[in-house]
């Protein structure tokens, strides 16, 4: 485990700083330890300082209403758990929860802010942080719906599918995007790559189901 | 041998000629202001005129199959 001085050393938070400028950083940080299943802090509460994760595993994570679990990441050593919502001088977006012993190293936020008015390059560095975290949730946002989108595809092509020389329901690219209650590009990246991993073929005007295990598949898990 | 052309609704197309535009094969002809798709050219039902007409007016459906 990282020690405090050099956990600051290293992150990216303070990254160009001199030892120097370093030394009173570090006076500020404060050790916080968390037994297994303890949580580090809960969804929808204030946030009060950044936390730097220095060793363990912690689990980042969303209840929906119905007291479903989905997590979002798992967060390793020399992470910072909860800089949007500190940034953001908003509430927790999400809970932590530690996996296993986990040892956190904490500033306050009102230090945090000192330091960046201090230092410009501190502001620069979360900047870079943020981006980097905004590209991460875009992604995931992208990949949710992207499932979801080909497991409502692949349930809507195999209630059309007939047996060739058999009269059945002809779509377009605008139909199954309708009923699939999305956008008919969305559709035709999902046709794609489905074409891509052998699951359809296309023969002109007919759409050829060639893998019906796994478009059954598809849309059990996501629909 | 079955000729492909998208399938026009008339009705519908107000001749903006987008999709005579896009077409890649040259497919598309506008016709007394509305469009009319040719059977002599290779149309290889990329559905790229469905995707620029504002009026839904030119379809490529998709018979789907069981291989
Ligand atoms: S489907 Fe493609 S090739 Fe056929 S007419 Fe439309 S744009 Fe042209
Ligand atoms: S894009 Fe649509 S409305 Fe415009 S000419 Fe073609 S079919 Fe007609």
């Not at chain 1, 989905?70 to 919502?85: F, G, K, R, Y």
Request: aromatic share 6%.
């Amino acid at each position: 485990m990282k020690s405090k001085s050099e956990l600051v050393a290293t992150s990216v938070f303070f990254a160009g700083l001199k030892s120097a400028e370093l030394e009173p950083i570090i006076k500020l940080v404060f050790e916080k330890r968390f037994e297994r299943e303890e949580i580090l802090f809960f969804e929808g509460e204030a946030t009060e300082s950044l936390l730097f994760l220095a060793s363990g595993v912690v689990k980042i994570f969303k209840t929906s209403p119905d007291g479903k679990e989905q997590i979002l990441s798992i967060a390793h050593p020399e992470e910072t758990l909860n800089e949007v919502p500190l940034f953001n001088g908003g509430l927790n977006t999400t809970s932590a929860q530690a996996m296993m012993q986990v040892v956190v190293y904490m500033i306050n936020k009102r230090d945090i802010e000192m330091i960046m008015r201090q230092y410009p390059l501190v502001a620069s560095n979360v900047i870079h942080i943020l981006a980097k975290r905004t590209r991460q949730l875009v992604s995931l946002v992208e990949e949710l719906s992207f499932k979801r989108v080909n497991g409502r595809l692949a349930g809507i092509l195999l209630e059309n599918a007939v047996r060739d020389g058999e009269s059945g329901a002809k779509l377009t690219q605008r139909d199954m995007a309708a009923m699939a209650g999305t956008a008919r590009e969305v559709i035709s990246r999902s046709l794609k790559a489905m074409e891509d991993d052998g699951i359809i073929g296309f023969d002109k005007h007919r759409l050829i189901i060639r893998d019906r295990e796994a478009l059954k598949k598809m849309s059990q898990t996501f629909s | 041998m079955y000729i492909m052309k998208p399938e026009i609704d008339k009705e519908k197309c107000d001749g903006c000629g987008l999709c005579v535009g896009v077409c890649l094969e040259n497919g598309i002809m506008i016709v007394d202001k509305t469009v009319v798709a040719i059977a002599e050219v290779e149309c290889d039902w990329c559905g790229i005129c469905e995707a620029v007409c504002p009026n839904d007016a030119i379809r490529c459906p998709f018979q789907i199959i069981f291989a």
